[in-house]
């Protein structure tokens, strides 16, 4: 009964935050502003168009930094926390929007909203709904790729303290570098996105923020726009000195509704390192608006 309360409110959040996101980006992606011009990106120099297939849509997907606004809604359930083996509900909303700089650099800006359910994991402790700590990513990256064909993008990673309960967030503000190594080849997208975060105020608290997240990945694209992904979303807690290391598999599916593109995935989650009450299985479900120039 309480899994149902909390995905019926989920749904009632995400209702009204897809209608402000997709409005927002669609507006955006028929703007003719060069400020947020996509049409140079890393490791595609030229400009998208209307005509752009679904399998070339569906590899930019796998590409972090590929050449078009995307807004995925990333529904998470995991189980197994604390003595009552529970569950929390997390829906990241993710908007991607590249920023042509000037002729030879873009930026790409990477949001994660998280609205948190989390469910009673001891006698005691209630049931908390509300947001998470928010996650902005700026990506630095060159528009051409390397002459091996590699696409990289360097920049700062900011930690907000947006959570509305203690426990849904740290409660910190926090910085660091982030970046991004990756190739694409024969249908084949393979790689690595790092980042580590540092609190830079309160300073020796109780919740102070000292964590490396390394994420490797490899998906492989059909000519049905179908692909199926492989990756680890590792954290390091260098304060508790543990590692949480989930491994995610992702099938998804890139389809159109009339002239809207949009990719559906779906993927079990294992956990393979976590520390003691942390989650230990998990299922992602992600929607993906997509609007290519």
């Known amino acids: 009964m309480k899994l149902l309360q909390g995905w019926k409110l989920l749904a009632a959040t995400l209702c009204g935050t897809a209608t402000l996101f997709v409005q927002t980006a669609a507006a955006q992606s028929a703007s003719d502003d060069l400020t947020l011009n996509p049409k140079f990106v890393a490791g595609d120099t030229s400009r998208p168009s209307a005509g752009d297939d679904s399998v070339g849509l ?13 807004i995925p809604f990333q ?10 083996d529970a569950y929390k509900l997390v829906l ?3 908007p991607v929007v590249p920023i042509t700089l000037n002729e030879h650099w873009n930026l790409i800006v990477r949001t994660i909203v998280p609205i948190v359910y989390q469910d009673s994991i001891a006698d005691g402790i209630n049931s908390k709904l509300g947001l998470g700590d928010t996650v902005q990513s700026f990506f630095f990256s060159p528009k051409e790729p390397s002459s091996g064909g590699w696409i990289w993008a360097v920049g700062p990673v900011f930690l907000w303290p947006t959570a509305t309960d203690e426990t849904l967030g740290a409660q910190q503000w926090g910085a660091g570098p982030t970046a991004l190594l990756l190739k694409q080849q024969n249908g084949f997208t393979y790689g690595a996105l790092v980042n580590h975060i540092w609190s830079y105020a309160n300073a020796g608290s109780e919740n102070e923020v000292n964590a490396t997240f390394v994420q ?20 390091y807690d260098w304060n508790s000195s543990h590692w949480v290391v989930p491994l995610n598999l992702q ?4 389809v159109k509704f009339d002239k809207q593109p949009v990719q559906f995935a779906i993927g079990p989650r294992y956990y393979a390192e976590r520390p003691e009450g942390g989650p230990e299985w998990g299922i992602r479900f992600t929607v993906t608006f997509l609007f290519p120039k």
């Not at 569906?58 to 606004?69: C, E, F, Y």
């Not at 359930?77 to 003595?83: I, K, L, R, T, V």
């Not at 490797?216 to 954290?235: C, G, H, I, K, R």
């Open 75 to 84: 529904f998470n359930y995991d189980a197994g926390f604390g003595p009552k």
């Open 216 to 235: 490797p990945f490899l998906a492989y694209t059909w000519p049905t726009a179908t692909t199926v992904t492989v990756n680890t979303e590792s954290t």
């Open 251 to 254: 099938v998804s599916q890139l």
């Open 92 to 94: 990241n909303v993710q």
């Open 58 to 70: 569906a590899k930019k997907l796998a590409n972090p930094v590929a050449s078009l606004i995307s």
